[in-house]
């Protein structure tokens, strides 16, 4: 009996060496074989974070498809009804209605601080602002300050304003209401980026500008707050939600909108049968500033989909040991 152990012990001993490589294999890369379809919405400027996302799910192993590309309150739609699985695009408190509407934690997972410190707010240039003491979005009430911000000779201030769909168009039009501006301001609404041209053009031309921004992205490299322009107070903070506890505070000045952070969604059973994915997404941060000087990049000209991939790139080795602690973070957790 002795002499028939030793091959079974050889054979089973060899099997575990052949065995090795491949249990080494799926730890390093615990998505192997599973597709992924990321979600982001279609402002090339906000592609950057979900090619940062999609790199590290790649160096899991994970087969990332080519992203889709919606607006927010259908890619929420999308990830609950699992026609993708992922994106790095929620705005916590400005989408929450988006959000909730498709089921919230019933039906996707919210995780991490994918940017942290999100502005949003009200500009005026510099120049007209110091001339004319203003300070606050109210003092556009008044007909006369109103008016040197008319564009278009109607009299009344021309805002540029917030794409429909984004959300942010919703707080602005609550705003006007709320702060009884209705009839001395225009929300203008359209191509978000091509109305910015416009309103840069007119700054350059020593015109004076009225605008909704936010913070990371390149207006405000272009526009410098503090130099070329100055944020608006508003009087008392007050949002389409009801929700006014919320911190809306900037450098001392109530900016209207709340502080807001960009977070991950999954969809709810990809979160469950990809652990791996789950933790790197809840990982993953950027801060405002990488990503606005890496949208000024794409408004100097670098602005390809082979551009922004190589920003990315770039970006994961500058910051390579954090990046790969994530990863090693997402492994321990695979199943």
Not at 32 to 52: C, H, K, L, S, Y
């Amino acid at each position: 009996m002795l002499m028939q152990k030793k091959p079974l012990l050889a054979a089973l001993a060899l099997t575990a060496v052949a065995l090795a490589p491949l249990h080494g294999l799926a730890e390093e890369r615990p998505g192997e074989g599973v597709r992924v379809t990321p979600i982001f919405p279609p402002i090339a400027e906000e592609q950057f974070r979900g090619q940062v996302a999609m790199i590290g799910l790649e160096e899991l192993g994970y087969a990332v498809q080519a992203p889709r590309e919606t607006e927010y309150a259908a890619m929420m739609l999308a990830l609950a009804y699992g026609d993708a699985d992922f994106t790095v695009h929620l705005w916590d408190k400005l989408h929450d209605n988006f959000y909730q509407r498709v089921g919230g934690d019933d039906a996707l997972v919210k995780v991490g601080n994918v940017i942290p410190g999100v502005l949003q707010g009200y500009l005026v240039d510099r120049r007209t602002a110091e001339e004319h003491g203003i300070t606050s979005l109210e003092d556009l009430r008044d007909p006369e300050i109103a008016a040197l911000f008319d564009a278009n000779g109607n009299g009344k201030a021309d805002l540029t304003g917030c794409n429909p769909g984004w959300g942010c168009e919703l707080v602005i039009d609550h705003h006007l209401e709320a702060y009884d501006l209705e009839d001395t301001v225009s929300h203008n609404r359209g191509s978000y980026f091509a109305l910015m041209a416009d309103t840069i053009a007119r700054y350059e031309q020593g015109e004076p500008i009225l605008y909704y921004t936010w913070v990371p992205q390149w207006i405000s490299g272009v526009l410098v707050p503090g130099e070329d322009v100055v944020w608006l107070e508003v009087p008392y903070t007050d949002l389409p939600d009801g929700n006014n506890d919320v911190d809306t505070e900037f450098n001392g000045k109530n900016l209207g909108f709340a502080v807001d952070t960009v977070q991950a969604v999954l969809n709810k059973d990809f979160a469950a049968q990809n652990p791996a994915a789950r933790e790197f997404l809840s990982l993953v941060q950027i801060t405002t500033d990488d990503e606005s000087a890496q949208n000024l990049r794409m408004q100097e000209g670098e602005n390809s989909a082979a551009d922004i991939r190589r920003h990315a790139a770039e970006w994961v080795e500058a910051h390579r040991e954090q990046f790969d602690d994530w990863l090693e973070q997402a492994r321990s957790v695979a199943e």
